[in-house]
């Protein structure tokens, strides 16, 4: 705030000092007007015009760029949003998963493991557990 009130302290100094220099008398004539002024008026009457055409061109494209970042900005928060529902849907799956998932050493209750499946071999030896002697050698 400060600095811009220096720097406009700084080019109305500088605006005065212009003025005080070209203060010689000037004609200026457009088609059937007629304008008699100093030099200093005349400039910076032509400097405000220039500077009013180009806000006049310039406004278009900055309003089409504010409403594009407002539009983008929406769009951020809605997909954050949509972000935040899919994380809590992820984790609301992943409590259902654990609670209806079978622990993998859920045993019998001796602190042994069940096995998941039973071998054909054990099957036809009437062995309940394969561990219990190594397998045959097959030559």
Do not use: C
């Amino acid at each position: 705030m400060q600095l811009l009130l220096i720097s406009g302290i700084a080019f109305a100094i500088a605006a005065v000092a212009f003025a005080l220099q070209n203060n010689t008398p000037v004609t200026v004539a457009l088609a059937l007007w007629q304008f008699n002024g100093s030099l200093a008026l005349v400039l910076i009457m032509a400097l405000g015009l220039g500077a009013l055409i180009m806000a006049f061109l310039s406004s278009p494209a900055a309003i089409r760029g504010q409403w594009a970042a407002s539009r983008l900005r929406r769009q951020v928060a809605d997909l954050e949003r949509q972000v935040s529902e899919q994380q809590t849907r992820n984790h609301e799956l992943v409590a259902e998963l654990a609670r209806l998932s079978p622990t993998p050493d859920a045993g019998d209750g001796d602190g042994a493991t069940n096995k998941p499946y039973v071998g054909l071999r054990s099957i036809l030896a009437g062995e309940t557990d394969d561990l219990a002697r190594p397998p045959p050698d097959i030559r």
